[in-house]
T-cell receptor, first 116, second 113 residues
Framework: DTGVSQDPRHKITKRGQNVTFRCDPI?????LYWYRQTLGQGPEFLTY????????KSRLLSDRFSAERPKGSFSTLEIQRTEQGDSAMYLC??????????????FGPGTRLTVT | DQQVKQNSPSLSVQEGRISILNCDYT??????FLWYKKYPAEGPTFLIS?????DKNEDGRFTVFLNKSAKHLSLHIVPSQPGDSAVYFC????????????FGTGTSLTVIP
């Protein structure tokens, strides 16, 4: 168990550019989540995958955001035409359903995006 | 529309004493609650959880209490240790939105040696 990893850890980009982040979940976890966290706030749900299927998306998620999880392994989150308001920490988490229906998620260290 | 609220941004406690972190929620459809701990430059780490069919869950020094009628949960840490100093988030899952989890804004706990 090497934990959830995210790449890159930091990204600085200019407004209008596209960025892509990668998340590698814990290998036996079939559930993968993306969150966004801004200063002074808790993580905000963006989207959820079960295996390769994207089953849920936040209604707050702009059309500029897209996520994929090909083959049900790693996932990518792309933001097109970045805006300064996209500056945040992007967190990935993975989980598997526990025997008692538990829902603990294991988080990666996050990718900090700064849009200038 | 903050459905999970942590009204105390910070808390300081002496080492060895009890730390009590509070969380309130508004959505009666929440059926599962979790507490996470976060150190700087790291992602949140799962701490303890409770299903809405229970009112208490205990794991070592950590106990979570759920009061459904008051829509309130709390995390008790006894005894508090300096290594417990971190930001604590409560989170909740709603029955009708499946796998969306709603997080509070966090409480920064400082345990003073």
């Amino acid at each position: 168990d090497t934990g959830v990893s995210q790449d890159p850890r930091h990204k600085i980009t200019k407004r209008g550019q596209n960025v892509t982040f990668r998340c590698d979940p814990i290998s036996e976890h079939n559930r993968l989540y993306w969150y966004r966290q801004t200063l002074g706030q808790g993580p905000e749900f963006l989207t959820y995958f079960q295996n390769e299927a994207q089953l849920e998306k936040s209604r707050l998620l702009s059309d500029r955001f897209s996520a994929e999880r090909p083959k049900g392994s790693f996932s990518t989150l792309e933001i097109q035409r970045t805006e300064q308001g996209d500056s945040a920490m992007y967190l990935c988490a993975s989980s598997r359903r526990g025997d008692r229906g538990t829902y603990e998620q294991y988080f990666g260290p996050g990718t900090r995006l700064t849009v200038t | 529309d903050q459905q999970v609220k942590q009204n105390s941004p910070s808390l300081s406690v002496q080492e060895g004493r009890i730390s009590i972190l509070n969380c309130d929620y508004t959505n009666s459809m929440f059926d599962y609650f979790l507490w996470y701990k976060k150190y700087p430059a790291e992602g949140p780490t799962f701490l303890i959880s409770i299903s809405s069919i229970k009112d208490k869950n205990e794991d070592g020094r950590f106990t979570v209490f759920l009061n459904k009628s008051a829509k309130h949960l709390s995390l008790h840490i006894v005894p508090s240790q300096p290594g417990d100093s971190a930001v604590y988030f409560c989170a909740a899952r709603s029955k009708n939105t499946g796998n969306q989890f709603y997080f509070g804004t966090g409480t920064s706990l400082t345990v003073i040696p």
